[in-house]
């Protein structure tokens, strides 16, 4: 069955489901979607069969959608066959990779559409002589490090839960603590294969199609469907240091906003590229606030002691520094709170609420007074399970310049996610949940103007998601997609629209 090119095999049978003034319900849709694939190697879960409220399950139970189908391709080429009979149908489309979309948008984000699910997906390829390597987007991160690992020790700079998605990590930045270093993971995309609206396959590079090449990289679920990344790899750190700083007691609020101004300054020291670290925050249960610090160094341990030693000297008494050496995969390992990078167990789902925020300069100490206030009282009267993470950017992320990529954010210093769950991690999510992370933020800032796309929240307005996530490359990105998408076959509620 020919795949790479226009829909032409697609049955006749579809013709009913595309007269004016019929109303295909959701198993005629499954029958119609049946009828064009039936040559296809395709597996099609619909709302009649027995599979689907498993299938159709978001990581975030705070949330629930229903697709007209779930099609699980075995090959590229049937991902092809697939586009092209929901193109022909009218239908929109959306990839799941992993299935971590914070605002489910690998189910649609709303009713109706038909998901390609790339789980089957799971090539891949290391070229030895180049370093670069073909992961199909099935891949989770855990598979694809390890892997590359057990391939020739080959490292990318990537996130550290196992369980993510290659597909939309790398379209929407892909940071992790190999970042400084490396870049995000999307820097290190040599080419994209991509399935196109009509069911086209085509390759995007610098070279070829470089225009949906530059907006697969930082946008990419509005263009196409990518079913395999080749990224350049980079030699897995040979000395991998792994530390952490707590506190002995719970700190005051004076000197918790002490302890965070100390971090922004030593971040916005000339820190070198190896080094990395995060805040990470939570309520410590006794109306106060845990607040500690955790990192990696690619260096020797010498070499980590005289870079760590002007934080721990800036910091408020009591804080204990710990440090170990590590290979490269046990520093994901302990990053990713200690336990493995298997994904060969189902992920437990969560139910919850994110924000995020970029900061492109350093916050006034007045600001960090300010969020402690809110943490100190309402953050530590509450029944969510929440936590806040700020991330170190710069190094070699800012190196790439804001033009090169659809990825806005070179600049960033920090990046803020801030996250709360149901107290059980299941359904139904309270109803304070939303105005708890929102004034959270509001506490820092009531006026953002960069936030991560990998952390999508789908509160935000049209104005405040294109702004806050693509700065000044939206213009162009719609142009971009009005050629390559015009009827917006890839669509969900933050997709890229065809005009400004």
Request: hydrophobic share 40%; net charge neutral.
């Amino acid at each position: 069955m020919k795949a790479y090119g226009a829909a032409s095999w697609i049955s006749a049978a579809l013709v009913t489901l595309l007269l004016p003034g019929t109303h295909a319900t959701p198993v005629d849709r499954r029958a119609g979607i049946s009828s064009c694939l039936s040559g296809a190697d395709v597996t099609i879960v619909g709302p009649s069969d027995p599979g689907y409220s498993a299938d159709s399950r978001a990581f975030n139970e705070r949330l629930s959608y229903k697709p007209v189908a779930i099609v699980y391709p075995s090959t590229a080429v049937a991902v092809s066959q697939t586009v092209a009979c929901a193109s022909s149908q009218g239908l929109s489309v959306n990839a799941r990779s992993g299935g971590h979309s914070y605002a489910a948008y690998g189910l649609g984000g709303e009713n109706g559409h038909l998901i390609v699910d790339l789980s089957k997906l799971k090539s891949i390829s290391l070229d030895a002589s180049s370093g670069n390597v073909a992961s199909q987007t099935g891949n989770l991160l855990g598979e694809l490090a390890t892997s590359l690992w057990n391939q020739g020790q080959r490292a990318l700079p990537h996130g550290t839960c196992p369980y993510v998605g290659t597909g939309g990590h790398t379209a929407f930045g892909g940071f992790g603590p190999l970042s400084r270093v490396g870049g995000l993971l999307l820097d290190r995309v040599v080419s994209a294969d991509v399935v196109l609206a009509d069911g086209t396959a085509v390759t995007a590079s610098a070279s070829q199609h470089s225009d949906l090449f530059w907006a697969l990289r930082g946008a990419g679920a509005s263009y196409g469907i990518v079913t395999s990344w080749t990224y350049s790899t980079l030699p897995a750190p040979q000395n991998n240091i792994y530390w952490e700083i707590n506190f002995s007691d719970s700190l005051t609020k004076s000197k918790f906003t002490s302890a965070l101004v100390a971090f922004q300054t030593f971040a916005s020291s000339s820190l070198p590229d190896e080094f990395w670290m995060q805040a990470v925050l939570v309520a410590d249960g006794n109306g106060g606030i845990s607040l500690g610090f955790s990192g990696t160094y690619f260096g020797t341990a010498s070499d980590f002691k005289t870079v760590i030693a002007p934080f721990t000297s800036a910091l408020p008494n009591g804080n204990k520094l710990t440090s170990k050496s590590y290979s490269w995969l046990g520093v994901l390992k302990q990053l990713n709170d200690g336990t493995g990078l298997s994904t060969s167990t189902p992920e437990k789902p969560d139910t919850f609420f994110a924000k995020s925020l970029i900061t492109t300069t350093p916050l006034p100490r007045s600001t960090w007074a300010s969020w402690a206030n809110f943490l100190y009282s309402s953050a530590t009267n509450t029944n969510l399970d929440w936590f806040v993470e700020i991330d170190l950017y710069g190094g070699a992320i800012s190196r790439v310049a804001k033009a090169d990529t659809a990825f806005a954010h070179r600049d960033a210093i920090f990046t803020f996610q801030l996250y709360a769950s149901s107290a059980n991690s299941k359904p139904p999510y309270p109803s304070d949940g939303i105005p708890f992370v929102s004034n959270m933020l509001a506490s820092i800032t009531t006026n953002p103007q960069a936030a991560y796309a990998n952390y999508v929240d789908p509160t935000l307005t049209p104005t405040q998601w294109q702004t806050q996530y693509y700065d000044g490359h939206y213009r162009r990105l719609t142009q971009i997609k009005a050629t390559y998408d015009p009827n917006n076959v890839f669509s969900f509620p933050q997709s890229i629209g065809l005009t400004v």
